[in-house]
């Protein structure tokens, strides 16, 4: 599932986005683009490590750090 029509409601990370200074980072997650700070879209390939090494790259971002992260790995899911 790629499209934004399967979930008709906001997301926590756009709620998150409408304090001030907050910012939101999701990796990997299986939808179209999300206009929020940080995205970074989903890629089968990438490995576990690597997503959660992203999400902490964006945390740890001296000049625009998120401060909340959300990411989605295809581990259960995909063996059912």
Do not use: C
Request: glycine share 6%.
């Amino acid at each position: 599932m790629t499209n934004n029509n399967w979930w008709p409601y906001p997301g926590i990370w756009s709620i998150n986005e409408q304090q001030k200074g907050a910012r939101s980072g999701v990796s990997s997650w299986p939808q179209e683009s999300i206009p929020i700070s940080k995205y970074q879209s989903y890629n089968r390939s990438r490995s576990f490590r690597d997503i959660i090494d992203q999400i902490l790259i964006w945390f740890n971002d001296p000049i625009e750090p998120i401060n909340f992260g959300a990411i989605y790995y295809h581990e259960p899911d995909l063996t059912g």
